[in-house]
């Protein structure tokens, strides 16, 4: 029983994530850590004419105290009892887990467009996505969800659960603050093509394993959910290249092959059409309730990986 001591809080942090989600009216970690981020960011412009070399002092200095943070106070609280260290990593962990936001933000699209509100299903994807929503009829507002739930699957839970697995709470803020980098300073524009270099190459590298592992997941998932597994592994074999990133299709293409559905596809940003391959077939229409179902296969590779994530912790016996 004492060997499963450190697999705890990643237990407990994700049923407390799935019951309550995130708090919205009190400091966020990953708020603090987008705080940090500007502020390197706009001392970076300021003070450095090298931005590649700045942002690699930015990502460095971010993730040495995301890290260090976490781990310093949780090697005090286990000091003081394990009762005290277990609760706070517990919080931790709930923290660094998005699943019950990403459904709750996602079902309020689903909601809408299902009464027929495009305009109030409009609105409330334009709250999850990065895109411009303003051209999007009610099926692509649909589709939409779907395909953020189905990537956001693996950056907003699956991976933070694995990093958990390989280092406590303290692994799950790393991959964080990562993370967080390359959703405000990862874009291959101009403005971010030289400080952002560095982040967004980083948050490839360590997403690779857990997109492809949630991939599976998801398939492993679909018939226990009386989805098609078989089309998923099919579609995701096909199509997990056909994105610019080499990790998003990953659980995109195998959600899309699960669900008998069509995502991607060309999107405007900023006013400005991105041409894009599609993922999945178009073997039936989109409709609200396959974000429904794509939550549904969001919870199940969840909990998939929360028992790789608790055996790989108790494995390595809580060792950072």
Known sequence: MKHLIPALPLILGFLLDCIIGDPYNIPHPVRLMGRLITRLENLVRARMRNLR???????????????????????ICYRIS?????????????????????????MRVCRAAESGDTEGARRAVSMIVGRDTDVLDHDGIVRAAVETVAENTSDGVTAPLFFMGLGGAAGAFLYKAVNTMDSMIGYKNENYADIGRFAAKLDDV???????????????????????GKNALRIWRRDRRNHESPNSAQTESACAGALHVRLAGDAWYFGELHKKPYIGDDDRNIEPEDIRRANRLMYASSVLMLLIAAALRCLTGGLV
């Open 53 to 75: 070399l700045g942002g690699v002092l930015l990502a460095v200095t971010v993730i040495l105290l995301s890290f260090a943070a976490p781990l310093i106070l949780l090697r």
């Open 82 to 106: 394990t009762v005290l260290g277990t609760a706070a990593e517990t919080i931790l962990c709930c923290y660094m887990l998005a699943a019950r936001c990403l459904c709750n933000e996602s």
């Open 206 to 228: 360590l997403n690779f394993i857990p997109s492809r592992l949630t991939a599976l997941l998801m398939v492993a998932a679909a018939p226990l959910l009386r989805l098609d």
